[in-house]
């Protein structure tokens, strides 16, 4: 069957899950968290460094299965496709790499963007990736060749971030421009700006059934939008710094931010 890619989260070594609590795994306000990728099963660990290499990791054991070394500076971020059978790294060198996970060989270097590749994820059904930058746009690329399908531009400064909804309809993406971006992944049409932070946007995911997104930003705060319609539904304010990342809890009825 198909491999999917689970996500942890960890406070010091300590695992946030099920009904654990922040308290739990001595976590506070203002406490650091660790997002980790896991695939098979969550038989193998995915982690992306500054030293330019992406490594995987038996979870079981701790041991190191395969280095993925090619970038010429440190790696942004490193993601599984949804089977698990290929790894996307995003890098500071303006490019990304996309790898056979099995073996760690680089299938081919994605080249196009004009500044440092932030952030990358794969659709659901792993039919293309998506790589954000600091040039101000988002790209569009299919795994089986190394050609850019589309660019969404439309931000005036860096995207941090891009993902897929859950039906890979449409694209998300975060800006330094203190905006999010809704687009239509098969048209590269921006249909929607949620405009409302005060600082840079550092984060949008879609909620697990993709009708609201939620933002969160350098402005201290986190904010929930209704997808369809652009408006706001609530912001959360409590955080004394910049708020860097946020997920839905799997019934979509919490929300999670660090």
Excluded: M, Y
Excluded at 55 to 78: K, P, V, Y
Excluded at 177 to 201: E, K, M
Excluded at 242 to 256: K, T
């Amino acid at each position: 069957g198909a491999r999917r890619a689970a996500a942890r989260l960890l406070h010091g070594g300590r695992e946030l899950a099920g009904a654990a609590t922040l308290g739990a795994v001595g976590a506070a306000d203002g406490s650091r968290l660790s997002l980790v990728l896991e695939a098979r099963g969550g038989q193998e660990i995915l982690t992306s460094s500054t030293d330019g290499t992406a490594r995987i990791w038996s979870a079981a054991t701790g041991e190191c299965l395969r280095i993925l070394d090619g970038h010429a500076s440190s790696i942004n971020s490193a993601v599984f496709s949804p089977d698990g059978g290929l790894v996307l790294t995003a890098s500071r060198d303006n490019t990304a790499k996309l790898w056979n996970s099995d073996s760690g060989e680089c299938l081919r270097t994605l080249r196009g963007h004009l500044h440092a590749v932030l952030s990358g994820a794969f659709s659901p059904d792993g039919r293309f990736a998506l790589t954000a930058s600091r040039d101000r746009t988002a790209k569009l690329w299919t795994p089986d060749a190394d050609a850019c399908v589309r660019t969404l531009e439309g931000h005036s400064h860096s995207v941090i971030s891009a993902v897929f909804s859950p039906d890979g309809v449409h694209i998300l993406t975060a800006s330094s421009d203190r905006t999010a971006r809704l687009w239509r992944a098969d048209s590269g049409l921006c249909v929607r700006c949620l405009d409302g932070h005060r600082a840079f946007v550092k984060s949008a995911v879609f909620s697990w059934d993709g009708s609201r997104v939620l933002t969160v930003s350098d402005d201290h705060t986190a904010k929930l939008w209704h997808k369809d319609s652009g408006e706001c539904l609530r912001t959360f304010d409590g955080h004394r710094d910049s708020v860097n990342s946020a997920v839905f809890s799997p019934d979509g009825e919490r929300l999670l931010t660090a």
